[in-house]
């Protein structure tokens, strides 16, 4: 089922507010199994009203249309619609009269102009609000739906469920509707698209999305179909193939994130980590923080800034900074090392680097970062020259911090 968006307001267009209302009603479509083809928002302008409807439903099985329902002079909503259908309006008594009553309930002062929110076109039948005044409606035209509820969003998050869904679900017919999320790091969008170009997905139900969320990237696996165990059955078999192709960059599934998945390592392996932050100062100690019980396996965090406090609190040689830089390996490696031994911690990570926009040079320019991880036995470290502006370095840092750390736990010999 092909489900079109139309969102109208001068405030819209305007950019005086945003649009949240499109971006929810089609995650709520996609993960029913149903398509949005075309979204556009308009404003209070007949013409351009009619004319979206024209384009939206040339696309759509139905079309769900948000704003212009309350009582004032610049709601025309329904008017438009209804001259768009060449229906008459007409005033539905017992929505007037439920209107009435939750004004009273309220001790909201009546005006006359409110019995406008009781108006629908001839034929309409009228879809209830259960918090806002003005109530929604639905047309049949030629086949296709016109669903129109009111544009504020807490009246559309609540409507959605309740009230659009069972009736785009009358239509459409049971599907089921199975998705997974595979959480990928360290490979480009591109790379990935190239990895899974043989996979299988003709002839099974599942279709595959990519989601950048930098500086992850998200595939989310959908199956639909009104047979739940052939769904089931093509989201595995696609699953596995894509495992079978990325494993190497994939660090979680759904709601999985970085920061809680390193979290259940240390705590299945009874272990402590204390972390020391140049470049990232403190993004990666407050990913660490952010999961609870994270106060079971995290020691502490040091923002060591300066050469200074790396010498202080972390015991790195003043020499070893003289010689080698506050950024560089020799430096990262005794900062993990100390911030492990100072806390008393079993593993300790250490970042460190030049964020920019200034203090690069030829040897290192801005972007050079250097992550190490040690538990006293063994320690790695990996530099990597990054490309982007000072805000990203720091963010990417930290994930790539994150990852290390989860390999380094893991076990795997890969973690270079």
């Known amino acids: 089922m092909n489900i079109g968006i139309l969102t109208i307001g001068n405030e819209l267009t305007s950019g005086r507010i945003a649009d949240t209302n499109t971006s929810y009603l089609a ?39 948000t704003g212009g329902l309350g009582p004032t002079a610049d709601d025309i909503t329904t008017e438009c619609i209804a001259k768009y259908c060449g229906l008459p309006l007409y005033l539905d008594e017992a929505v007037l009269q439920t209107i009435r009553e939750r004004f009273a309930a309220r001790g909201l002062r009546w005006t006359d102009n409110n019995a406008k929110q009781a108006m629908f076109p001839q034929g309409a039948e009228p879809l209830r609000n259960p918090v806002g005044t003005a109530w929604g409606y639905v047309l049949n035209r030629g086949g296709k739906l016109i669903a129109v509820v009111p544009g504020v969003p807490m009246e559309v998050k609540r409507m959605t469920p309740e009230v659009l869904v069972p009736l785009f679900e009358q239509k459409a017919g049971k599907t089921y509707i199975l998705t997974k999320t595979i959480k990928l790091f360290g490979l480009a969008e591109a790379l990935i698209d190239s990895a899974l170009a043989d996979l299988p997905l003709a002839g099974t139900t599942v279709s595959l999305g990519f989601y950048p969320r930098f500086p992850e990237n998200h595939l989310v696996l959908t199956a639909r179909s009104a047979d739940r165990a052939r769904a089931e059955a093509d989201l595995a078999l696609i699953g596995k193939g894509v495992v079978e192709r990325l494993s190497r960059n994939i660090f979680g599934y759904d709601e999985d994130t970085l920061e809680g998945m390193i979290g259940a390592l240390l705590t299945e392996k009874k272990l402590t980590i204390s972390i020391a932050e140049s470049l990232t100062g403190g993004l990666i100690a407050d990913r660490i923080t952010n999961v609870p019980g994270s106060s079971a396996y995290f020691e502490r965090g040091i923002v060591a800034y300066s050469n200074r406090s790396k010498t202080e609190l972390l015991g790195v040689p003043e020499e070893v900074i003289r010689e080698h830089g506050a950024v560089s390996r020799e430096t990262a490696v005794l900062m993990a090392e100390g911030v492990r031994k100072t806390s008393g911690a079993d593993v300790g990570l250490a970042t460190t680097g030049i964020a ?52 380094f736990l893991a076990g795997e010999s890969h973690v270079q």
């Open 27 to 65: 995650r709520e479509f996609h993960v029913r199994g149903w398509d949005v083809p075309v979204s556009m928002a308009v404003g209070d302008e007949a013409g351009a009203i009619g004319e979206a409807l024209d384009f939206i439903l040339e696309r759509s099985d139905a079309v769900v249309v």
């Open 356 to 407: 920019g926009p200034s203090g690069g040079t030829g040897a290192k320019p801005v972007g050079t970062v250097f992550i190490a991880v040690s538990d006293g036995t063994r320690t790695v470290c990996r530099d990597f020259a990054f490309k982007w502006e000072r805000r990203r370095i720091k963010e990417i840092t930290t994930q790539w911090a994150l990852e290390l750390t989860r390999r």
